[in-house]
Structures are given as C-alpha cells and as structure tokens.
C-alpha cells in the first residue's frame, strides 16, 4: 500500500545539524497546536504542543515557535539523528473539540 | 496499558458491502474521535464522541455510523462500502479539556 510518507514536501538535513520544519495555519481564532510525527505504518504520536498565550515551548531536543501574526508555526528538533527521518505535521484546535484541522505533513529525511 | 487499540489491521471489501472497524482504550478517556487519512490530505474527522452514549458528526460523516455504549469501545460502521471510502483509518482518545490524541495503529481498508 502507498506509504503517508509520499508525495510529501521532503527536508533534508545532515546528521548532527538543527532541523526547523515549518506550518502555515488557517484559523486566527485557533488557541491550541500540537506537533505530531508518524512512521509508515503507524498512527501519529505526539511531540510537543503550545498554547496560543506562549509563543516558545521547550522539550527535550525540540522547540516549538508560534508567530500569532503571521499564522505560523515551527519545529526545530536540535542535533538531529537518523532516528528523526520520518513524517512531521501539525495540528491546530479552536475552541470546541471537533474543530480540529492537521496539517499535510513534511517527510524530514536525515543524512548519515 | 495498551492505550489505543484498532482491528483489523487491513481489510478489503466489495463495494456494497458492510463492515465495523473496532477501537478501544483502556486509559479511561473521555473523548474519542475516528479519523480517515489520505494521500497528500491531512487527518479528517469523521465522528467523535464527548463520552459514553454521546456521538457527533465531524467534517466527512456520511457512509458512517458510530455508537459509544461505553467509554472504552467506539466502533466504526461502514453501511455500504464505496472506493472513495479506500483510506486508512485512525482511532484517537484523549482526556476531556485538553485536545492533545493519542492514536491507535490504524486500519488500512481497500474497497474494490
């Protein structure tokens, strides 16, 4: 079967370096984002998440920065391995539990 | 705990036919939410659940039915299998009040 992982926009790194993978969301009014990542033939499992009252939380190894104005939303994952080489998208809520939009996802590919 | 369980993994059917996907958890959450994934899409809702005996339609709803008689198990009914329904289908729970999913390992349904 076709993997999630195709026909995504891929970002390339080298091992070692910062990765920083970017969203774009759609709805001012949404006030929760979380980072999800996903292995080929698995569900999506969380990475970090952020209030739309902070604009940087930090946990081990990754960042995430939210720009309010721009409608922005970024992941940097610090020193980044070949264990990191996998699909990455966001996800951002307003208010009711079902308003809830993902993103398409980013394949990070890590080079040894 | 197991978290997030789903069967089956992969299931063909005939168009016209009838199926239910199974999910459960045993982290005692209230929400539940299914959701279909497909090629070059983010995760769309299909139909969620506030707590046992109470459902609610998502964004793609129709050729789907759900029940929550309890709070462990939320099923998934497909009435009359159509190709468009060819995805791969997720179960997430989640605490009540706080948005972030945990998600089951998917099932990956073909209909010919």
């Known amino acids: 079967g076709e993997s999630v992982g195709l026909h995504l926009p891929t970002l390339s790194v080298q091992e070692g370096d910062n990765s920083i993978i970017n969203c774009a969301y759609s709805?001012?009014?949404?006030?929760?984002f979380i980072w999800y990542k996903q292995e080929s033939g698995k569900g999506p499992q969380f990475i970090i998440d952020?209030?739309?009252?902070?604009d940087k939380r930090q946990g081990q190894r990754v960042t995430v920065l939210l720009n309010k104005t721009v409608k922005h939303l970024s992941l940097q994952i610090a020193a980044t391995q070949p264990g990191d080489s996998t699909v990455y998208f966001c996800?951002?809520?307003?208010?009711?539990?079902?308003?809830?939009?993902f993103g398409t996802g980013t394949k990070l590919q890590v080079i040894p | 705990n197991a978290g997030v369980t789903q069967t089956p993994k992969f299931q063909v059917l005939k168009t016209g036919q009838s199926m239910t996907l199974q999910c459960a958890q045993d982290m005692n959450h209230e929400y539940m939410s299914w959701y279909r994934q497909d090629p070059g899409m983010g995760l769309r809702l299909i139909h969620y659940s506030v707590g046992a005996g109470i459902t609610d339609q998502g964004e793609v709803p129709n050729g789907y039915n759900v029940s929550r008689s309890t709070t462990e198990d939320f099923p998934l009914r497909l009435l009359s299998a159509a190709p468009s329904q060819t995805s791969v289908y997720f179960c997430?729970?989640?605490?009540?009040?706080?948005?972030?999913?945990?998600f089951g390992p998917g099932t990956r349904l073909t209909v010919t």
């Open positions: 709805n001012s009014a949404s006030d929760y």
């Open positions: 997430a729970s989640s605490p009540p009040q706080q948005g972030l999913e945990y």
């Open positions: 952020i209030r739309s009252n902070m």
């Open positions: 996800a951002e809520r307003s208010g009711g539990y079902q308003k809830v939009t």
